[in-house]
């Protein structure tokens, strides 16, 4: 082994900067080294894929049970910050809904429903149509109320709770104004579960939360982890479908001749979905912790350093794949990391496949022929520890109702 | 203990491994390539798929549920008596010595 250096100090990296347009700031991040520290982070960023997939699969030294954990503080101790083994059973009795075979029996046909709903929402929308706001995030919405079993709550209720604890996990600077905003979403939560769970002893069905209530043997998992993990569940199943249905439609909206070939051949879609996670994975950076010094990537990282592991850059690692910057759906396929890996691979990925690439994205394609950008209004991505579209102003030739399949 | 992989015209990599160690999780530590184990063995994302060799199929324990489930979807298609999740299969419980062929895709 080679002598291991010390991170480079990257005082240059801002977080408005990164904020902006991430992208060329990586790109020189990676050039340069796979981990630095970067003082406005407070954190070492590990921005090359090696580097991240190794973390992400060695939970035994990078542990996500990260000391000080804003999420904690937000939304209590959720399996996404514990390791094995305290994590597997909470995981375990999160997973049964979440799979292939309950998505096909039970929730393929209310992805339908529920995209049809938002559908005729954009549609009304008219000439002030926004393919986020009008579609996907209320739609992203009503896809996880329906899974997790909120009979009690709005599809606006979840966005409302989703977007202000996300704000509370985020809230470095420590605004009094987001910690309060994302306490009353936490206690309306907990009183939304509190209802939930005698309902659900009488009325068990498939969601996640009549799961939660009846598991097998009688057993349920503490109260504290039905509530952190519905919380997390709330903040990290919603902005990440909004976000992949919104970074999937602008890119095939600016890449006419790829999207001429998905609606060619739909059984394209799951492949432009998987290419727009690649580009800009949903989710940029998330957090692990050393348990002991190590060396990544020949840098040096003492017991308990403080690591963001940047997917949003090791999906353009240009060492892995070429023209990384570049949207293509021809590329050749590899595994990329916006799902995380590992014991923290992204639960709802099977849901995310079925209600973005197999539901929403054919189907807004299908109801709104020559769907284009509208350029007279303005445009706009933002965000790296999440990013998406911020606007998709959108405008269409024609309607066609009932085309769904 | 021993698992061999079959690699096709990339000939084969054999790996030492103690009891306990998956197929999919030898193949991560050791750079076997053509097995991904996105979930870390969790039976979540079918990308640890492998064709283990007849002489071996005897002595495996049954697919589980969630392990059939995944074996439905896998990229490269399914061999209804060879397929198996190499997350699912660890030396000392399921074999001591194995030789399974790699998928020519995952992902």
């Not at chain 1, 599809?155 to 600077?173: F, H, K, P, V």
């Not at chain 1, 979403?185 to 996640?208: F, G, K, M, Q």
């Not at chain 1, 998987?274 to 348990?291: F, N």
């Amino acid at each position: 082994m080679t002598a291991a250096r010390e991170a480079p100090v990257s005082e240059w990296v801002t977080i408005p900067d990164m904020y902006r347009d991430p992208f060329p700031i990586f790109q020189r991040m990676r050039a340069e080294a796979a981990v630095h520290w970067v003082p406005s982070v407070n954190r070492y960023m590990v921005v090359t894929y090696d580097e991240c997939h190794t973390a992400e699969m060695d939970g035994e030294t990078f542990s996500a049970d990260e000391t000080g954990s804003l999420m904690k503080r937000s939304m209590g101790h959720s399996m996404l910050r514990k390791d094995d083994p305290e994590h597997a059973p909470e995981r375990a009795a999160w997973q049964p809904p979440l799979r292939p075979g309950a998505i096909k029996t039970v929730w393929r046909e209310v992805f339908e429903a529920n995209t049809e709903r938002y559908l005729d929402r954009l549609a009304d929308a008219g000439d002030a149509a926004d393919l986020i706001w009008d579609f996907a995030a209320p739609l992203a919405a009503e896809n996880l109320r329906s899974i997790l079993g909120f009979v009690n709550a709005t599809q606006e209720d979840l966005q409302r709770w989703s977007q202000t604890m996300i704000d509370a996990t985020g809230n470095y600077a420590d605004d009094p104004v987001v910690w309060e905003k994302g306490r009353r979403s936490s206690e309306e939560v907990d009183r939304a579960i509190d209802e939930l769970l005698p309902y659900y002893a009488a009325h068990p069905d498939a969601s996640l939360i009549s799961g939660l209530v009846n598991m097998p043997g009688g057993e349920r998992l503490p109260i504290e982890a039905i509530r952190a993990n519905l919380k997390m569940t709330i903040g990290g199943g919603l902005n990440e479908p909004r976000d992949v249905i919104g970074t999937a439609a602008w890119a095939l909206l600016e890449n006419p001749d790829q999207l001429g070939r998905v609606l060619q051949d739909p059984a394209l879609w799951p492949v432009a979905f998987d290419e727009a996670i690649r580009w800009i994975a949903p989710i940029g950076m998330y957090p692990r912790e050393t348990t002991r010094d190590v060396e990544l990537g020949g840098v040096r990282l003492p017991a308990g350093s403080r690591l963001g592991i940047v997917v949003l850059s090791a999906n353009r690692d240009e060492r892995v794949f070429e023209y990384a910057e570049r949207f293509d759906i021809a590329r050749e396929k590899k595994p990329h990391l916006a799902f995380g890996g590992g014991a923290h691979y992204c639960a709802g990925a099977w849901v995310a496949k079925s209600s973005v690439a197999q539901v929403a994205l054919p189907r807004l394609f299908e109801r709104f022929e020559g769907l284009e950008i509208d350029g007279d209004r303005e445009t706009s991505a933002g965000g790296w520890v999440f990013r998406g579209m911020l606007k998709l102003p959108v405008t269409w030739q024609r309607e066609r109702k009932g085309a769904a399949a | 203990m021993k698992i061999t992989y079959g690699l096709g015209d990339r000939g084969t990599r054999e790996v030492d491994v103690e009891a306990g160690t998956s197929i999919m999780r030898a193949a991560i530590t050791n750079s076997v390539p053509g097995i991904v184990g996105e979930c870390g063995g969790q039976a979540m994302c079918a990308t640890c798929h492998v064709y283990v060799r007849d002489e071996h199929l005897d002595a495996l324990p049954p697919i589980s549920d969630d392990e059939e489930e995944m074996l439905d979807c896998t990229v490269a298609p399914r061999d209804e008596r060879r397929s198996r999740l190499g997350c699912q299969l660890a030396a000392g419980v399921a074999f001591d010595e194995i030789v399974v062929d790699v998928p020519s895709a995952q992902v």
